[in-house]
């Protein structure tokens, strides 16, 4: 019995110490886009009220009342930047469609190798990134409920390799009689990717103690496939009037993903005549990675600062101008950028 307890103690140590960090593919799926959302610390599924929704919640773009384009420009961690671009159109009662387009890009790199180590400026280089291309479409089941999902395309590259893959993301959005509104998100429930290319192929001595054979013959190593992140959110937002011309927007996500532990995000948007907005937030609030048991360092990002103004230009489109600069601890702050024209 003794020996027993003994077992079951070390297996409740050991398993239930483990976490599944670093364990999925497609880790750019996980930046957020959008100078306003991620000024509100990523709270965001519910808020979903322009271009970037398709991200957050594709349900989201049936707030879209009028044809929205929107592109956003991130630096981002070790010297590489984001890109992502979204279109709206709404239908009418048919719905309302979208596409997006998400890259993570770096610049080249001199190929070294255990032969050629330090490399002169002359030598072979290459280059790794990411993009993900999607068409969503939303339609309001209700005055108050809304559905919509996302089918993308995902591809991960680095030199002569690359994987391939396909996810979709399902959202709704249900707004109450008291105006909060609740909404909730899966993102990037599809297969698992794996790297294919040329930079596997090897050559192969089925037998080197025999003399003479084909030492010589083609061979691929394997590479293993490993699933996408899936990211469940559930979140509520409710905007607050304190006049005719000044507001504050509150809203709070909680996070569930399938690579680490749960999380919240929390952000608040203060906007003066509609056109002025000071935004703060902070994600991964009360996140707690644990490895063997014990609490580790807990994540690098820290609170989130924006701002944002809109104009309606005359007999022409409205502009919307947002930044964002959020603190990433012991690296740099990343700064993004989003600009917006709603026809």
Not at 186 to 204: A, H, P, Q
Request: charged share 15%; with cysteine.
């Amino acid at each position: 019995m003794k020996r027993l307890s003994l077992i079951s103690w070390f297996f409740c140590y050991y398993l239930c110490g483990q976490n599944n960090v670093a364990t999925t593919s497609g880790a750019f799926l996980e930046i957020g886009p959008g100078a306003r959302a991620l000024g509100m610390g990523s709270a965001y599924v519910s808020v979903a009220n322009d271009a970037s929704t398709l991200y957050w919640n594709p349900a989201g773009m049936v707030n879209i009342s009028n044809p929205e384009i929107q592109t956003f420009y991130s630096t981002w961690l070790v010297e590489t930047q984001f890109y992502h671009n979204t279109a709206v159109v709404p239908l009418g009662g048919f719905g309302t469609i979208g596409a997006s387009f998400t890259a993570v890009t770096m610049d080249e790199m001199m190929v070294r190798t255990v032969q050629d180590p330090e490399p002169n400026e002359y030598g072979e280089r290459f280059d790794a990134g990411n993009l993900a291309i999607g068409l969503a479409f939303a339609k309001k089941l209700t005055d108050r409920f809304s559905f919509g999902f996302k089918t993308k395309f995902i591809q991960e590259s680095i030199w002569q390799m690359s994987a391939q893959g396909l996810a979709i993301d399902i959202g709704t959005l249900f707004i109450t009689k008291k105006d909060m509104r609740i909404g909730m998100s899966i993102s990037n429930f599809g297969g698992k990717l794996g790297m294919e290319g040329v930079n596997t192929l090897v050559d192969i001595d089925v037998d080197e103690n025999i003399y003479g054979n084909n030492d010589r013959i083609d061979g691929s190593l394997g590479t293993s496939r490993w699933p996408l992140p899936l990211i469940f959110r559930f979140g509520i937002s409710r905007e607050f009037l304190f006049s005719e011309t000044m507001k504050c927007l509150v809203a709070v996500d909680a996070i569930h993903p399938n690579n680490n532990p749960e999380y919240l995000n929390i952000g608040f948007e203060y906007s003066a005549m509609d056109m002025f907005f000071l935004r703060i937030g902070k994600s991964h609030t009360f996140y707690e990675l644990k490895s063997n048991g014990r609490n580790s360092r807990g994540p690098e990002q820290g609170l989130s600062f924006g701002g944002g103004v809109r104009y309606r230009i005359p007999r022409g489109p409205m502009l919307e101008v947002n930044y964002v600069v959020t603190n990433f601890g012991v690296f740099s702050d990343t700064h993004g950028y989003s600009f917006s024209l709603q026809f």
